[in-house]
């Protein structure tokens, strides 16, 4: 089993703990890490852009002119694509369908392969505790500063009860806070460091191990 340090909130070495083998002692396979990453981010896609087809377009149906005497083109609708104010032709709808299908089993070793390369390069900090009394941003920004973790892209990983974390680090510049039950990989990728509580750790290893 790897070991860890454990932090205090004024950056003092307290103690260690034994991290369970199956989530952040594995070997990394970068493609599995990737496959899963383009995944998430096809899931959480969300189609904005929308165009409107001959069939969505409001207005008369009445025939433009007669179809034959005229001398112009035939015309059966203003509907028609070929008409200002008519339908796209193939535009973007916003019932397009992104999601891509990845299996439990290659989700939670993605995320053991990224909590393992973070242990391995020193870039997970575990801290007692996060006591941020009524989410007061001037408080976690003083625990921030007397960890490794200062002035670096971070991710905060609070136990599911401890909220406040979410609430005083939305004005923190390149620190985002979630919850122990929602740690995924591409929130992981996206962060250089990743600090935990002991109690967050504690639920991961819960949840996840093997």
Known sequence: M????????????TEQVELESSLFA???NPALVHEVVVAQTANSRAAIAHTKDRSDVVGSGKKPWK?????????GSRYSPLWK???ITFGPRNDRNFSKKINRKAKHKALAMVLTDKVASNRF????SLPVENGK???LV???AKLPVDGKKTLIVASPENK??????KNIKKVTAISANSINVVDLLKHDFTLISKEALAKITEIHKR
């Open 2 to 13: 790897a070991t860890i340090k454990i932090y205090n909130t004024q950056g003092q070495e």
């Open 26 to 28: 594995v070997k990394v």
């Open 67 to 75: 179809q034959k005497g005229t001398g112009r083109a035939r015309h």
């Open 85 to 87: 104010g008519g339908g």
């Open 125 to 128: 900090i575990v801290v007692d």
């Open 137 to 139: 941003t001037k408080i």
């Open 142 to 144: 003083d625990i921030l």
């Open 164 to 169: 406040m974390v979410a609430t005083a680090s």
